[in-house]
């Protein structure tokens, strides 16, 4: 019994490690069977990369230049007195919007109403004493055609005539300027705008030498704004200017969010600044809504002309390196071409594409950063907003 039983044991253990090989061998082939024969088309499925694109198209595009300007009020006058008097009233309140013309102060004019009447009586007076003369040089004339008087007497009574008459008009010379002095008494906006704080009370008098004025107006409609443009864009706005050219511009808040309002440039500096290498202009903008303040910073778009039919890809799609420009074309069998562009000008979204590629062909907008020559994609149009969702959400995960 010992004999059988230590000979069949290891008849088991062989059996067993063959049943044990063979089980190895056909867990590997079915796992190279299953997963190697998949990996391949996964490694090729990993290599395709899921793209946003759009077509470059030709489109009419306005040519503009963009500048940050300055705010200021159109027009700002010290409001000051033309005579010396005591201020008695105020008709404005800080901060008043006025109208030009509009009554803002008075001032006691009873002196300047005294002068008005005392050369009022002179004159009256000389009125009376010409009339006296002129008699009497008539009579003059007629002693001396009798032969009574001398050639001289009569010259001499002319003379006192004339003499009057010359008095007479030196006081109604007087009485004019008393009247004026008189209608400056009554002080009123020179400009149409909104009032300061008012620099005198009532009361106290106030004296033509007087530099801080009673208060000083600023004329916010229209609106002035300063801006720089490079020179290379002289000529080109002067031109513009000297055929009276409307040259718009669009002014938007410093951040570039929201538009705030829309004017013409109306002036261009007679010189370049050394410095920075650029020319000053100036535009008026209608400002009827109060959205402006001076000296506020803003953001100008200027249009100098508008491109028809030219080239243009969404301005995502323009990349740079050291060598410039470029854009990813999708070519045939969606692979990746990087060609190289050159730029023009750039407009709500779009830049213009002088050279490099072709309407019709396909430019990359997202998913950029994986790309490189030769590379494989899925390209996706942006206009298919149920692929353009996911695609956004992915960018954003």
């Known amino acids: 019994m010992s004999k059988t039983s230590s000979h069949s044991a290891p008849r088991r253990k062989?059996?067993?490690?063959?049943?044990?090989?063979?089980?190895?061998?056909?867990?590997?082939?079915?796992?190279?069977?299953?997963?190697?024969?998949?990996?391949?088309?996964?490694e090729?499925?990993?290599?395709?990369?899921?793209?946003?694109?759009?077509?470059?198209?030709?489109?009419?595009?306005?040519?503009?230049?963009?500048?940050?300007?300055?705010?200021?009020?159109?027009?700002?006058?010290?409001?000051?007195?033309?005579?010396?008097?005591?201020?008695?009233?105020?008709?404005?309140?800080?901060?008043?919007?006025?109208?030009?013309?509009?009554?803002?102060?008075?001032?006691?004019?009873?002196?300047?109403?005294?002068?008005?009447?005392?050369?009022?009586?002179?004159?009256?007076?000389?009125?009376a004493q010409l009339r006296s003369e002129k008699r009497k040089y008539e009579r003059y004339q007629q002693l001396f055609q009798n032969g009574a008087i001398s050639r001289q007497d009569l010259d001499t009574q002319r003379a006192s005539s004339e003499g009057y008459e010359g008095s007479i008009k030196s006081d109604q010379a007087q009485i004019?300027?008393?009247?004026?002095?008189?209608?400056?008494?009554r002080i009123v906006a020179p400009i149409s705008g909104y009032t300061g704080l008012h620099q005198v009370d009532v009361g106290n008098?106030?004296?033509?030498?007087?530099?801080?004025g009673i208060v000083t107006i600023t004329q916010t409609?229209?609106?002035?704004?300063?801006?720089?443009?490079?020179?290379?864009?002289?000529?080109?706005?002067?031109?513009?200017?000297?055929?009276?050219?409307?040259?718009?511009?669009?002014?938007?808040?410093?951040?570039?969010?929201?538009?705030?309002?829309?004017?013409?440039?109306?002036?261009?500096?007679n010189q370049i600044d050394i410095n920075t290498g650029s020319i000053k202009l100036k535009a008026l903008?209608?400002?009827?809504?109060?959205?402006?303040?001076?000296?506020?910073?803003?953001?100008?778009?200027?249009?100098l002309g508008m491109l028809h039919n030219a080239i243009v890809v969404p301005t995502g799609a323009v990349q740079w390196n050291d060598d410039g420009s470029f854009v990813y074309v999708i070519g045939d069998g969606d692979h990746i071409r990087k060609a190289s562009i050159a730029t023009g000008p750039v407009s709500n979204g779009y830049t213009v594409i002088d050279s490099g590629v072709q309407a019709g062909e396909r430019v990359v907008i997202q998913g950029i950063d994986r790309?490189?020559?030769?590379?494989?994609?899925?390209?996706?149009?942006?206009?298919?907003?149920?692929?353009?969702?996911?695609?956004a959400q992915d960018k954003k995960a």
């Open 44 to 127: 090729k499925t990993a290599r395709s990369i899921s793209v946003l694109y759009e077509e470059v198209v030709l489109k009419d595009m306005p040519v503009e230049v963009k500048a940050l300007g300055t705010l200021s009020a159109n027009a700002t006058v010290t409001v000051t007195s033309r005579i010396d008097g005591q201020l008695m009233k105020l008709h404005f309140t800080d901060g008043q919007y006025v109208q030009e013309g509009q009554l803002l102060a008075e001032l006691d004019t009873r002196t300047y109403q005294a002068t008005k009447a005392q050369y009022e009586g002179q004159l009256a007076k000389d009125n």
């Open 176 to 185: 004019a300027a008393a009247a004026l002095n008189i209608s400056f008494g």
């Open 285 to 303: 903008l209608p400002n009827t809504d109060n959205q402006l303040y001076p000296n506020q910073s803003v953001s100008v778009t200027l249009q």
């Open 205 to 212: 008098m106030v004296h033509s030498s007087d530099t801080t």
């Open 371 to 391: 790309l490189s020559d030769g590379v494989k994609v899925s390209p996706l149009k942006q206009s298919d907003e149920s692929v353009a969702k996911p695609e």
């Open 14 to 42: 062989g059996r067993i490690g063959v049943v044990l090989v063979i089980a190895v061998l056909a867990i590997g082939g079915y796992g190279y069977f299953h997963y190697g024969k998949s990996r391949p088309q996964e």
């Open 221 to 269: 409609q229209p609106m002035a704004l300063t801006f720089s443009v490079p020179e290379r864009y002289l000529s080109q706005i002067m031109g513009m200017l000297r055929d009276s050219k409307t040259m718009p511009v669009q002014v938007m808040d410093a951040f570039g969010r929201s538009v705030l309002a829309q004017g013409a440039v109306s002036y261009a500096s």
